[in-house]
């Protein structure tokens, strides 16, 4: 892969990450108000609130995992094996990567992975 192709994914995956870090901030000061919230005055507003907060943590706990999966990219951009698939050890196509840049896997890799058992 090329220095420059190299320079934008790490841009990419940095300005991604940012987001999601603003993202995360904000999600919890709006959990720690719900927590704090106790004007619940029915069991309709009790239910709304709980779904709120299961729907919070569920974007909360996404956004998580894809943080990892963005620090993992941003670790083999430096030790120099970005945009190598983890199974196959072949290059990632660049179109998967503009999609998805922090891929771990070639989409041929990716099908095998999700069709195996865990």
């Known amino acids: ?4 192709d190299i320079r934008y994914f790490k841009h990419m995956l940095e300005e991604r990450r940012a987001q999601i870090l603003k993202n995360i901030s904000g999600s ?3 959990l720690d108000e ?3 919230n ?3 005055m029915d069991e309709g507003d009790f239910a709304s609130v709980s779904t709120d907060n299961m729907i919070n943590e569920e974007i909360l706990s996404a956004q998580q995992r894809e943080l990892e999966e963005i620090d993992e990219a941003l670790a083999k951009i430096q030790h120099g094996t970005f945009g190598v698939c983890e199974m196959c050890e072949e290059p990632i196509g660049m ?4 999609v998805k840049p922090f ?3 070639c989409i041929t890799c990716r099908q ?3 069709k ?3």
Not at 1 to 4: D, S
Not at 95 to 98: A, G, P, S, T
Request: proline share 4%; hydrophobic share 30%.
């Open 28 to 30: 919890s000061k709006e």
């Open 112 to 114: 095998i992975a999700e």
């Open 34 to 36: 719900l927590h704090r």
């Open 1 to 4: 892969m090329r220095e420059n």
């Open 95 to 98: 179109q998967r990567l503009k």
């Open 103 to 105: 891929a771990k896997y």
């Open 116 to 118: 195996s058992p865990a």
């Open 38 to 40: 106790h004007d619940v």
